[in-house]
C-alpha cells in the first residue's frame, strides 16, 4: 500500500487528484495540504510515501517545502508536478531532492504510474524531457560555468577509463533509462548483480545518483545525444513518464 500527501493550493485540483488515486486500491491518500507550511507539517506528522507536490503556491513555495521535507531525513519521496517542461521551477525542485516531477495535465495513468514508481525509489521525469533535463543539469554541475559543456567536477576519462567493459554496458542502458529489471533481461544479468554493478559505477565515478551518472555518460561520449526536440508546452508529448531508477 502506498501512502500519498497531495499538496495543491486550489481545492477543486485537490479533489481531483484524490478521486483519481482512490480508485486504485494499492493507493491511499492520507491527507492534503494547501502550502507549503502545511505540506511540511503533515509529511512530519503522516509520513507518506510520496507527496504530490505543487510548486506555485502562495507563502511558502512547493520547492522550499520540498526541501524542508527532504532535509527532515523522513522516509517520504516528493513527485513535483510542474506547468511548463524544463524551468527553474523543475530544476531546483530536483536540486532540493524531489525524487522527480511531471506535468501537471500528465494522462491519470502516466501520474498514477509516476507515484508508484517514486513510491519504489525510482526517480520520475516528465514524458520525453529526460535529455532536456540532462541538458540543464550539465551546465549546473560543481566547477562548471554556464555554456562549458566538457569540465565536469569529476576528471570523466580518467573515471570512463576505471569501468569495466559490463560496468560500461550497464552506464550505456542507464542513460538509455532502462530499470535494472530491464538491464538484467537485457543482458542476461540477475536484478541484484545490476544493482551491485550500479553501485559500482556510482562509486568509480563519484555520482550522487543515476541522474549525475546520466550526465556523465553523455558528457564523456559514452552515449550521443539524440537531436533534441523542439521544446514543448505542457501537453505537446502524451508518452509515459521517463523512470531513471535509484541506486541499488
Known sequence: MTTV???????LQRFGFRMLLEQHPDLTVVGEAAHGAE???KAAELRPDVVLMDVRMPGMDGIEATRRIVESGGHSHVLVLTTFDIDEHAYDALRAGARGFLLKNALPDELVTGIRAVAAGDVVIAPGLTREL???????????TPGQKRQIAFLPQRERESLT???REVLTAIASG???LEIGERLSLAESTVKTHVSHILA???????????IFAYDTGLVRPARPA???AAGADRRGPDALPAAG
Open 204 to 214: 568509480k565515478i563519484g555520482a550522487r545518483d543515476r541522474v549525475q551518472a546520466v
Open 165 to 167: 567493459q559490463r560496468e
Open 230 to 232: 523542439p521544446r514543448r
Open 5 to 11: 500527501l497531495i499538496v495543491d493550493d486550489h481545492a
Open 178 to 180: 532502462w530499470s535494472n
Open 39 to 41: 505540506a511540511v507539517r
Open 134 to 144: 540532462i541538458d540543464v543539469f550539465s551546465d549546473r554541475l560543481p566547477g562548471r
